[in-house]
């Protein structure tokens, strides 16, 4: 199945950037599009960005576009989201996904069958 691990969240005060990592063991995933999804508190977890195998095509939720940037470095196996002007209701668990199944780049969980534990961003001043 492999594993996904998240890293680089935390505390940033609005206006601030982060940027998010994902890394992919166990097998690899350069053949898998891939994604990053949110969960905010009490609510359900969202679609935020997905990006095509070779990195070329990408797709961004409405929320979130010209603010992030999906990117992937497949000889690292690692996906990042990049994210500036962080606004407090970007406040969220973010999740990472990969799909070993889906064709395209898909906006609903059930699409990806591999996650990461997550990465708490927090925006707040």
């Known amino acids: 199945q492999g594993q996904l691990v998240e890293s680089g969240g935390g505390l940033v005060q609005p206006g601030g950037s982060l940027r998010l990592s994902c890394v992919a063991s166990?097998?690899?995933?350069?053949?898998?599009?891939m994604a990053w999804f949110r969960q905010a508190s009490g609510k359900e977890r969202d679609f935020v960005a997905a990006?095509?195998?070779?990195?070329?095509?990408?797709r961004y939720a409405d929320s979130v576009k010209g603010r992030f940037t999906i990117s992937r470095d497949n000889a690292k196996n690692t996906v990042y989201l990049q994210i500036n002007s962080l606004i407090p209701e970007d406040t969220a668990v973010y999740y990472c996904?990969?799909?070993?199944?889906?064709?395209?780049?898909?906006?609903?969980?059930?699409?990806?069958?591999?996650w990461g534990q997550g990465t708490q961003v927090t925006v707040s001043s």
């Open positions: 990006i095509s195998p070779t990195g070329i095509s990408t």
């Open positions: 166990g097998r690899t995933f350069r053949d898998y599009p």
């Open positions: 996904a990969a799909s070993s199944y889906a064709t395209g780049l898909r906006t609903s969980t059930t699409s990806y069958n591999v």
